[in-house]
């Protein structure tokens, strides 16, 4: 298990980063806000991301 990646185990996908993002923190974020603390993800990859579990209605 990656300690400094805990969803990594689960989903080694930029989903498990933003899940571990957006699990640590109760405030609203923006995409850029986002891609600030995961420094090695792309605006788009973001919104992809979001997208996709929005309409999966996880976040």
């Known amino acids: 298990m990656q300690l400094n990646r805990p969803f990594a185990t ?3 996908t930029l989903d498990g ?6 699990a640590t923190s109760d ?3 923006t995409i850029t806000q986002i891609q600030r603390i995961l420094t090695t ?3 788009e990859g973001i919104r992809k991301v979001l ?5 999966q209605g996880v976040v």
């Open 51 to 55: 997208t996709r579990l929005t309409a």
């Open 10 to 12: 689960v989903t080694p």
């Open 41 to 43: 993800a792309s605006g």
């Open 27 to 29: 405030v609203t974020f």
């Open 17 to 22: 980063d933003m899940l571990g993002v957006l």
